[in-house]
């Protein structure tokens, strides 16, 4: 089944330490995002792959940052994690090239700050 | 400032009675709406949507209704089932091509046996 598929589910990391998501799909849409919801929140666009072009949002820190190296691959780098950024993190893609604009999420991976 | 709103944090339905959810928005220049649903542990599932250029959509047990002057849409579940107690999030999408949707902090429903 086409899906979206977020590793790890789960990851502790340390106050301060580099940590890296991954989300890979393989319904090959052409839009990536990457959204950060904490509890009783709305999911928060943090940025978007529009193909290669990268869509960062106003309001996203600078200690967020992300990689797309192919269509099927998409990675969220937090450089520096604060207790602060402790949260789901879902993944999500769309394709401009289907009749709605639908995004279709993975299950997100839930991020503990140490 | 919060775009999309659900203001009703949770909601207790008695199974095969009707669901209603409620989402407000603020921007006039919305008009793509979604829902999803999400159950624990797992990320939001499409569920249905409507374009402003109507103002109902139907999906089986699932219908979603959109005043456009109010501002307001609603999500229909008839008959509700125990299957459908999960947290339901509206979001909503301008026409500007950016493919970007603000979402609302959901509400929980819980259908009850």
């Known amino acids: 089944d086409a899906m979206v598929i977020q590793n790890p589910r789960y990851q502790v990391t340390q106050f301060g330490k580099p940590v890296t998501l991954s989300c890979s799909q393989t319904?090959?849409?052409?839009?990536m995002y990457w959204y950060q919801q904490k509890s009783s929140q709305a999911p928060k666009l943090l940025f978007h792959y529009y193909d290669k072009d990268f869509n960062n949002e106003a309001d996203t820190p600078d200690n967020f940052q992300s990689r797309r190296p192919n269509t099927s691959f998409c990675f969220l780098d937090i450089r520096s994690p604060g207790l602060g950024d402790a949260a789901m993190y879902l993944c999500?893609?769309?394709?401009?090239?289907?009749?709605?604009?639908?995004?279709?999420f993975g299950p997100g991976t839930r991020l503990t700050v140490l | 400032d919060q775009q999309v709103k659900q203001n009703s944090p949770s909601l207790s339905v008695q199974e095969g009675r009707i669901s209603i959810l409620n989402c407000d928005y603020t921007n006039s220049m919305f008009d793509y709406f979604l829902w999803y649903k999400k159950y624990p542990a797992e990320g939001p599932t499409f569920l249905i949507s409507i374009s402003s250029i109507k103002d109902k959509n139907e999906d089986g047990r699932f219908t979603v209704f959109l005043n456009k002057s109010a501002k307001h849409l609603s999500l229909h579940i008839v008959p509700s089932q125990p299957g459908d107690s999960a947290v339901y999030f509206c979001?909503?999408?301008?026409?500007?091509?950016?493919?970007?949707?603000?979402f609302g902090t959901g509400t929980r429903l819980k259908v009850l046996a």
């Open positions: 319904l090959n849409h052409n839009v």
């Open positions: 999500a893609t769309s394709s401009t090239l289907a009749d709605t604009d639908t995004q279709y």
């Open positions: 979001a909503a999408s301008e026409a500007s091509g950016t493919y970007k949707y603000i």
